[in-house]
């Protein structure tokens, strides 16, 4: 008898064991929807909607994870050979159900929310506009990988656009910058990660905080503020110097146009880890143009 209740306690022990490693696994992730997210375990199959959440897996280490990505998402490059879903706004749901994912990482804004929810796939919906939108969707990404000190890729990031600022000569700080994201024109204000990386860089940037982080303006406020340094990708610059009342803008007319490539574009408009790297491009734009004569 006392062997039997030594046994039975013992397979207790052990079912409590096994039932506290079971919780121990489960988590909870509150999206930017305000909504939490239950998950019996750390997904393992992950579909990502996002460029800048698919360069966050990756820099993470759990590149692994991914299953498909948005037809946007090509850095780091073995995420090329993924399966591509469509785009943040056009996704092919039947392409992401196909892929069978635990979860599909997508922004705020993506329309593929609700219909993933209902076909039973579960949706964590993150958006970064700001640096510290940045360092929180680390944290979440982090949480919900099962991935410890994920802030480790944030302290990386924010030490680069501290040398990115050192590195710029006294000239080059308090430049009047115009950033354009695109031609419409939308422009980068000083409340987006943008913004706030020339913010960081020491200049000043033309488009207020109070426009919000990507506001569309009139061509003629650009004019008007007349800007001493432009920045803009190669896909949108052209045809800029032959809008109505540009030639009479400072940066127009003394050739003050930094003019990415597309490569570099792609650094500098996704809020995520390669954000010290587009710190460093901006501050070589800087560095160029400080050293023409006016």
Known sequence: MKTLCRKLLLCLAAL???????????????????????FAQTPLRIVSLLP????????????????????YSDFPPVVRALPQVGGGLDPNIEAIVALRPDV????????????????????????????????????????LLNVPDAQRVWRVIDAGVTAAAQSLPATARQTRVYFEVNRA????????????????????????ASLGPFPKLNPEYIVRANPDLIMVGD?????????????????????????????QSDVLVRPGPRMAQ??????????????KAP
Request: charged content about 20%; glycine content about 10%; aromatic content about 4%.
């Open 16 to 38: 409590a064991s096994l039932s506290g490693s079971i919780a121990a696994q489960a988590l909870q992730v509150t999206d930017d929807r305000g909504l939490t997210v239950s």
């Open 185 to 208: 024109p939308y422009a980068a204000g000083e409340s987006s990660f943008i913004g706030e990386t020339l913010t960081r860089l020491g200049v000043k940037n033309i488009v207020p």
């Open 52 to 71: 800048s959440l698919t360069e966050t897996v990756c820099e993470l280490g759990q590149c692994q994870r991914l299953v498909g990505v948005d037809r």
């Open 104 to 143: 599909v990482l997508l922004a705020t804004s993506s329309r593929a929310a609700d219909r993933l929810q209902s076909l039973g796939i579960k949706v964590v919906a993150l958006e970064p506009k700001t640096h510290a939108d940045v360092r929180r969707v680390l944290e979440k990404v982090g949480q």
């Open 235 to 263: 896909r949108n610059y052209a045809g800029m110097e032959g809008r109505p009342g540009w030639t009479a803008i400072r940066a127009i007319r003394e050739h003050h146009v930094c003019v990415f490539s597309a490569a």
């Open 278 to 291: 587009g710190a460093r491009i901006m501050a070589d734009c800087l560095q160029k143009m400080s050293g």
